[in-house]
């Protein structure tokens, strides 16, 4: 072979190898714009994968649930002696906080009858006295806090019959607290 044949043969060898790069470039990237044309015209399936719930986790949402039921009931209801707060209270003996949630009316009659209690220290007739009674006068309390306790049922299950939203949330926080129950019983 001569040598201008073997020139000729390395730039057309050359010129080849080239045009199947650039080429097989150029199909490439045809073929990349044709699934990007396929892909937004198919739906992507969403998959939902929910794992078991911790007690933790439980406790957390039962709270969170136990909030909103009474946020909507202090809203609904018409008797301001129903309101519900909660607070976070540290027991005597203990450091762990418990989150304690009553109504207006029991935390006004525990008020009256720590006031009674006090107020007898100084009398002589407190706890420790000679005579003295129990820490509540439970008998006088029982009566009035048992009939605001009935009436307040009645109204929340009035609001749950007439209010749908205050409804579902109560069916959320009931069926949030079967499922803690049943995961405490594993």
């Known amino acids: 072979m001569s040598q201008k044949h073997c020139v000729r043969f390395s730039t057309l060898l050359s010129i080849i190898c080239l045009s199947s790069i650039v080429y ?3 199909q490439e990237t045809e073929t990349d714009s044709e699934p990007d044309i396929q892909a ?3 739906i992507i399936e969403e998959i939902t994968v929910q794992g078991e719930r911790t007690i933790f986790s439980l406790r957390a949402q039962i709270e969170t649930a136990e ?3 009474y946020n909507l ?3 609904l209801n018409s008797n301001d002696e129903f309101d519900v707060t909660c607070e976070k209270t540290v027991y005597i003996g203990s450091r762990i906080p418990r989150r304690v949630c009553m109504a207006a009316y029991l ?3 525990e008020a009256y009858q720590t006031q009674n209690f006090v107020n007898s220290i100084g009398l002589g007739e407190g706890l420790g006295a000679p005579g003295s009674g129990m820490l509540l006068n439970l008998d006088s309390a029982k009566d009035e806090v048992r009939q605001k306790s009935e009436a307040m049922e009645q109204e929340m299950l009035r609001l749950a019959t007439e209010v749908p939203e205050f409804a579902e949330a109560l069916l959320k926080l009931v069926g949030l607290v079967g499922a803690l129950e049943r995961r405490k019983n594993e």
Do not use: I
Request: charged share 45%; net charge negative.
């Open 73 to 75: 009931f202090n809203e």
């Open 24 to 26: 097989g470039q150029q």
């Open 67 to 69: 909030t909103q039921v």
């Open 40 to 42: 937004e015209d198919r």
């Open 107 to 109: 935390r006004e009659e």
